[in-house]
T-cell receptor, first 113, second 115 residues
Framework: DGGITQSPKYLFRKEGQNVTLSCEQN?????MYWYRQDPGQGLRLIYY???????QKGDIAEGYSVSREKKESFPLTVTSAQKNPTAFYLC????????????FGPGTRLTVL | AQKITQTQPGMFVQEKEAVTLDCTYD???????LFWYKQPSSGEMIFLIY??????QNATEGRYSLNFQKARKSANLVISASQLGDSAMYFC????????????FGQGTELSVKP
């Protein structure tokens, strides 16, 4: 079955630690995205990538970093510079093009202790 | 700047009745797409329906239809014959052609279907 997987489902982090969230897709999509969702809010874009080895900052990129070494993978690192990282993180992918919907993974819920 | 506004934080509807969820958008770009997603309590985002800015007819997908009024910049979602499983958060989103494919989301509307 084609789809997007994210791991882990739940993640706990101590203050000052970097953590990496995994996102893998087997849909052969060129574009991949990372969103953050806070309670009762919509999604905000962190980073996106439309091609391997290239990515762009979204609206709230500070304190986050990404890489895109393979088409299938787009990991997100939440660094210690992110002051309020507790949130729900969603990864998405799509075919490049305005009319194509984004397919979302199941999400990772990050809690800072 | 592009923006999506959903003015209904919460809505109730009786099972088997129709419900309309409001969405207005703001963009100066002539080429854009409008999407509706459903988010159950599990957290996953489920794509429901799409409307392109140049589409002449309103989009429909099963029980979902999009009431697209371009002059008023509104893209309301209509759910017909509501079911208990429709209870969820619903998000309206916009993609602008020259913005790298990113989606801009509204704040969402929580729909509760009563038996």
């Amino acid at each position: 079955d084609g789809g997007i997987t994210q791991s882990p489902k739940y993640l706990f982090r101590k203050e000052g630690q970097n953590v990496t969230l995994s996102c893998e897709q087997n849909l052969n999509h060129d574009a991949m995205y990372w969103y953050r969702q806070d309670p009762g809010q919509g999604l905000r874009l962190i980073y996106y990538s439309q091609i391997v080895n290239d990515f762009q900052k979204g609206d709230i990129a500070e304190g986050y970093s990404v890489s895109r070494e393979k088409k299938e993978s787009f990991p997100l690192t939440v660094t210690s510079a992110q002051k309020n990282p507790t949130a729900f993180y969603l990864c998405a992918s799509s075919i490049v093009g305005t009319s194509n919907e984004q397919f979302f993974g199941p999400g990772t819920r990050l809690t800072v202790l | 700047a592009q923006k999506i506004t959903q003015t209904q934080p919460g809505m109730f509807v009786q099972e088997k009745e129709a419900v309309t969820l409001d969405c207005t958008y703001d963009t100066s770009d002539p080429s854009y797409g409008l999407f509706w997603y459903k988010q159950p309590s599990s957290g996953e985002m489920i794509f429901l329906i799409y409307q392109g800015s140049y589409d002449q007819q309103n989009a429909t997908e099963g029980r979902y239809s999009l009431n697209f009024q371009k002059a008023r910049k509104s893209a309301n979602l209509v759910i017909s014959a509501s079911q208990l499983g429709d209870s969820a958060m619903y998000f309206c989103a916009m993609r602008v052609y020259n913005q790298g494919g990113k989606l801009i989301f509204g704040q969402g509307t929580e729909l509760s279907v009563k038996p």
